[in-house]
């Protein structure tokens, strides 16, 4: 949650086809404060074959504020009180929009990391490290998907709940703050 992303000097403009036939352009300056993500993986097993891949198990984006200033149009006193006013809103806007985006876009970049881990075959190790052992790997559902992506949370990317595993599956949660966290197996202890 300690990520700033400042976004100065974006053009924009608008044009109404239909009456009042209004259209305006100028400069914006966007600044989004206290950005964080959360990934977490979940292993799971192919029926078929049995091997081992990652998928996302869950995303979630965190924005603790959205600050946004016009300039260069007649009327930017008028855009940027609206856009005080409309601060909240905007702020869980951008938020979703994110994590929206991270959940179509992730599932594309992990079939290199699966793809990486199975070639050289390093399952095994990353078992024995973390103490999992393979039989508490669930299998596959019938609707995931080719790129590893969880079915649990494919079928409803937009709701946070969905994907939930259950309390015996390993997942591995990434972050952007500084601690990481792990949920292990009930009958396993973590390293």
């Given amino acids: 949650r300690d990520l700033d992303a400042p976004l100065s000097g974006l053009r924009w403009s608008y044009s109404q086809d239909q009456w009042p036939y209004a259209s305006d352009s100028g400069v914006a300056d966007a600044a989004?404060?206290?950005?964080?993500?959360?990934?977490?993986?979940?292993?799971?097993?192919?029926?078929?074959?049995?091997?081992?891949?990652?998928?996302?198990?869950q995303i979630e984006c965190n924005l603790d504020k959205v600050a946004v200033s016009f300039r260069e149009s007649k009327i930017?006193?008028?855009?940027?009180?609206?856009?005080?006013t409309l601060a909240t809103p905007l702020k869980d806007y951008v938020a979703v929009s994110l994590e929206t985006t991270l959940k179509?876009?992730?599932h594309l970049?992990?079939?290199?990391?699966?793809?990486?881990?199975?070639?050289?075959?390093?399952?095994?190790?990353?078992?024995?490290?973390?103490?999992?052992k393979e039989s508490d790997i669930p299998?596959?559902?019938?609707?995931?998907?080719?790129?590893?992506?969880?079915?649990?949370?494919?079928?409803?990317?937009?709701?946070p709940t969905a994907g939930q595993l259950p309390p015996t599956s390993p997942t591995f949660r990434f972050s952007t703050t500084p601690?990481?966290?792990?949920?292990?197996?009930?009958?396993?202890?973590?390293?």
Avoid at 40 to 55: M, N, Q, V, W
Avoid at 179 to 191: L, Q, V
Wanted: charged share 25%.
């Fill in 109 to 132: 970049r992990l079939k290199p990391a699966n793809d990486y881990l199975e070639h050289n075959n390093l399952w095994p190790l990353l078992l024995a490290l973390s103490k999992i």
């Fill in 104 to 106: 179509s876009e992730a």
């Fill in 76 to 84: 930017s006193s008028l855009y940027n009180a609206l856009a005080a």
């Fill in 139 to 159: 299998f596959e559902r019938d609707d995931d998907d080719a790129l590893g992506r969880d079915a649990a949370d494919s079928t409803d990317l937009l709701h």
């Fill in 179 to 191: 601690t990481a966290t792990t949920r292990w197996p009930a009958d396993s202890a973590p390293p």
């Fill in 32 to 57: 989004l404060t206290g950005l964080g993500a959360v990934v977490t993986f979940a292993a799971r097993r192919r029926r078929a074959s049995g091997a081992i891949y990652l998928c996302i198990s």
